[in-house]
């Protein structure tokens, strides 16, 4: 297949909806500086119109109806190839329960924790971290440092999600590492200026400097590389993804979560480590586009 005529869905249903705009955008004029016709659908619900000769769609739809498998499912249904990872995958990733038991299962270093509903208690103690199960960009997400903290904290991961994860702090670095067909991408390294990388931080201008590749031992990298592709591999994953890991004081890598859908304006993470590897902007979309290309054809 020749592709030609592309269709980026973007927007979405979720609490991320206006970040999945701004993604979907940038990915629609990337795509059109490669020679691609592109047609930008606004998703708002499961019924949307393409038009009947889009060869593909590109996938910028963050959180819930994005990255959990919901529109993967429906484009399968259809017969519609589509950019990422599978249904499977995605709804693995996003759902931080399922993708902590994958990671317990496959031996990728995670932090301890602990799944909890509404009016039930934590058996771990602070400093803690509380987030809910199937949310995106650090919504709902509680850091508390004291244990007569952890009560009303936990109420308030609760107006987000049924199933709350509870989670040992790791005291350390913030790092993300891309993987792009399967091979870890140089590391991008966080540090927000508030001491917290929160929905706010990450999308407020200023909020946080990045250094890409991150200033790391060659030992640590390695270490940290392996980490994110042992999860990546564990969900099952395919074309690309970010992974989000913290490493302790003594360097230690302990994988947080996989991003499906990561961010992809010209300045959000995956790409400023792509452009690190030498990846420009428009190529990455493209190569995104011709990797799932591949997997489709190879299925």
């Not at 993708?99 to 496959?106: G, H, L, M, N």
């Not at 909890?116 to 509680?142: D, M, N, W, Y």
């Not at 440092?145 to 709350?164: D, L, M, N, P, S």
């Not at 302790?248 to 859908?261: G, Q």
Request: hydrophobic share 35%.
């Amino acid at each position: 297949m020749s592709l030609k005529k592309i269709a980026v869905f973007k927007g979405g249903p979720s609490k991320e909806r206006e970040v999945s705009l701004r993604t979907g955008s940038a990915i629609a004029e990337a795509l059109r500086t490669k020679g691609y016709e592109i047609e930008e659908v606004d998703i708002r619900g499961s019924e949307w119109i393409v038009s009947p000769d889009i060869q593909f769609v590109f996938i910028a739809l963050h959180g819930t109806f994005g990255e959990d498998g919901q529109i993967q499912h429906l484009l399968d249904q259809r017969g519609i190839p589509y950019t990422g990872c599978g249904a499977k995958a995605s709804e693995l990733a996003f759902d931080k329960e399922k993708s902590k038991a994958c990671f317990k299962i496959s031996q990728v270093p995670t932090p301890e924790g602990e799944s909890l509903q509404e009016g039930e208690r934590t058996s771990l103690h602070a400093p803690l971290v509380f987030k809910p199960a199937c949310e995106g960009s650090s919504i709902g997400l509680e850091m508390v440092h004291r244990e007569e903290e952890i009560e009303a904290a936990f109420r308030r991961a609760c107006q987000y999600g049924k199933i709350i994860l509870a989670e040992k702090m790791i005291q350390g670095r913030e790092l993300t590492v891309g993987v792009l067909d399967g091979t870890p991408l140089p590391i991008v390294e966080i540090c927000p200026k508030t001491g917290t990388y929160d929905y706010q931080t990450k999308y407020t201008v200023g909020s946080s400097e990045y250094s890409c590749p991150a200033a790391l031992s060659e030992k640590t990298t390695l270490a940290v590389q392996a980490a994110a592709q042992k999860a990546y591999n564990a969900l099952g994953c395919e074309v690309y993804a970010r992974v989000d890991v913290l490493i302790d004081r003594e360097e230690n890598p302990w994988v947080l979560e996989v991003n499906t859908i990561p961010g992809m304006t010209e300045t959000s993470l995956l790409p400023k480590a792509a452009k690190a590897a030498g990846i420009e902007f428009p190529e990455l979309c493209e190569r995104i586009l011709l990797l799932s290309e591949k997997k489709y054809r190879k299925n």
